[in-house]
Structures are given as C-alpha cells and as structure tokens.
C-alpha cells in the first residue's frame, strides 16, 4: 500500500531564516507530486507540482521554492522566510495517469514564522 | 484562482440530522471531487464525480452534480460526531492539467 510521509509536523522559524519541508511518497512509482498551502480558515493554494525528477512547475510566484531530486521525494525550500509564510503546508500524489486525479495527502507541517 | 466555492462556510446540527453541502464552480469540468479534512490534518478523498454522471453514492454520503448549474451537493445522512470535521470541493477543468482546485471549505460541527 502507498503511505505519504511529511516532516517536521510542527514548525517555528524567526524571519529570515532558511527553511526545508521534505515529503516522501512509498509504495508507488512516477507520482506526481504537489505542495499545498492553507491559511487558517481558507482552501488550499497549490504552490508545485512535479511530474517527474527535476520537473517542477510553480503556481504563484513568491519566496518558495520546490525541488524533485528522486522520484518520490518532494521538498519544499526558502532562503529567507518572512511573515506570510506561516500557515500549514501540505503535501499530495496522485498516479501519474492523470484521468481520475484523486489525490492522497500528507499529514501537513504547521509552520510559524515570528 | 479558486474555482469551487463551497457553501455553507459553517454548517452546525444535532447528531442524526443529515447535513448538506454545496459547490458552485465557474467553468467546465472534467471532475469534481469532495475530501474531508479533520482539524490539523491532512485531506482525505471522499468521493469522485465524473462530468457525465449525475449522482453516486459511498454509505452515508451521497453526492449529486448538475453540470448545467455549475454545482455539486454533498449529502451527509445521519450525522454523527464523528462526521465533524472541514470538507472541501476539488474540480479539474475541461482541457486542462488535471489538476484539482479546491474550494474554501465548509466547516461541520456535529453536535452529540
């Protein structure tokens, strides 16, 4: 069976600092790969998606950045964190055929920037 | 951009009432699909509607589309406690990636 995993669950980082969000994905292969945010109260806004090694495609430009270097490992990067970056962060795959395209989440990472 | 929109935003009844959801979307789908997401967790895949059907059915949910109105109806019959939690509409656009976008949510409170 395909498990999800994301780390750290919770997250506090001062403004400024770097950030590394990691997700791995078992039991399948070639996923396709998402990083969602959720503010508090709100849906989720997709940041990337990856359908393959090395191929990410941004949604909103900003001060995130998203990396694919093996197949079923997905993270999420900043150089510097700022304020608006708090909110809880989600990962998802989905089978790459893409027709039906349920999606299976993580269990988030809550992440504040003070 | 958000393409469901979910209605009500908060939704609170007594258990063993059943509670009804909507969704409006704007533009043609291929898909539409509902999740459930308890508090501080990750999302959790309900049900999936294809543009060409109508309605279906997975024990107590029951989930209705109307391709001509735009909008979708999740059914949650005889609620319990245990049904509360957020729950989110997800369409995919006719021609386009495949991939999701979801709704805002609609917050359920099932009171015991």
Redesign the interface.
């Known amino acids: 069976s395909q498990t999800i995993h994301q780390w750290p669950a919770t997250l506090v980082q001062p403004v400024g600092s770097p950030l590394s969000l990691e997700c791995t994905v078992e039991g399948t292969s070639n996923p396709n790969l998402y990083w969602y945010r959720q503010a508090a109260g709100r849906g989720l806004q997709l940041l990337f998606y990856s359908v393959g090694i090395g191929q990410i495609s941004s949604e909103v430009p900003q001060n995130l950045s998203a990396s694919r270097p093996q197949d079923r490992q997905f993270i999420l990067s900043s150089k510097k964190l700022l304020l608006s970056d708090s909110g809880f962060y989600l990962c998802a795959w989905s089978v790459s055929s893409g027709l039906y395209n349920e999606q299976f989440f993580g269990p988030g990472t809550r992440l504040t920037v003070l | 951009s958000?393409q469901g929109e979910e209605d009500p935003q908060a939704l609170s009844i007594q258990e063993g009432e059943n509670a009804t959801m909507n969704c409006s979307y704007k533009t043609s789908i291929?898909?539409l699909?509902w999740?459930r997401q308890n508090s501080?967790?990750?999302?959790?895949?309900l049900i999936?509607i294809?543009s060409n059907e109508r309605e279906k059915h997975s024990g107590r949910l029951r989930v209705t589309l109307d391709t001509s109105k735009k909008s979708s109806s999740l059914l949650i019959t005889a609620s319990r406690a245990a049904d509360t939690a957020s729950y989110?509409c997800?369409t995919?656009e006719s021609g386009g990636?495949?991939?999701?976008?979801?709704?805002?949510?609609t917050s359920l409170i099932v009171h015991p």
Not at chain 2, 97 to 105: A, H, K, L
């Open positions: 958000q291929n898909n699909q999740y501080g967790r990750g999302l959790v895949h999936l294809r989110f997800a995919d990636s495949y991939i999701p976008t979801f709704g805002r949510g």
